[in-house]
Nanobody
Framework: QVQLVESGGGLVQAGGSLKLSCAAS????????MGWFRQAPEKEREFVASISTSGSTTYIADSVKGRFTISRDNAKNTVNLQMDTLKPEDTAVYYC?????????????????????WGQGTQVTVSS
């Protein structure tokens, strides 16, 4: 059974940084791309970033490009999201996710419906 556990959320001032981590277990981690999504109150869950199985390819949402970086450590079964220059509009619950399909496509998956497994989420609050 796949388990995804996020950590690292919290309260930060605008312009600050946070690093989220997600520990995965249950399937061969190196066989699956990974993704981060977020959901603000009364909004739909939205894509933030995804990364290929090896970590060589990433795909970043335009809203966070240049500020957020996704990385993974296959030896530790973890995926990270470094968030810099945070803005109040980044406030949301952030979710780590693992897709249904093994392997890599042309780009790492970015649609919610491509992902079958989700963590419990971690709150990120950015104050102005």
């Amino acid at each position: 059974q796949v388990q995804l556990v996020e950590s690292g959320g919290g309260l930060v001032q605008a312009g600050g940084s946070l690093k989220l981590s997600c520990a995965a277990s249950g399937r061969a981690f190196y066989d699956y791309a990974m993704g981060w999504f977020r959901q603000a109150p009364e909004k739909e869950r939205e894509f933030v970033a995804s990364i290929s199985t090896s970590g060589s390819t990433t795909y970043i949402a335009d809203s966070v490009k240049g500020r957020f970086t996704i990385s993974r450590d296959n030896a530790k079964n973890t995926v990270n999201l470094q968030m810099d220059t945070l803005k109040p509009e980044d406030t949301a619950v952030y979710y780590c996710a693992q897709p249904r399909a093994r392997g890599d496509g042309a780009i790492p998956p970015y649609r919610v419906d491509e992902y079958d497994f989700w963590g419990q989420g971690t709150q990120v609050t950015v104050s102005s």
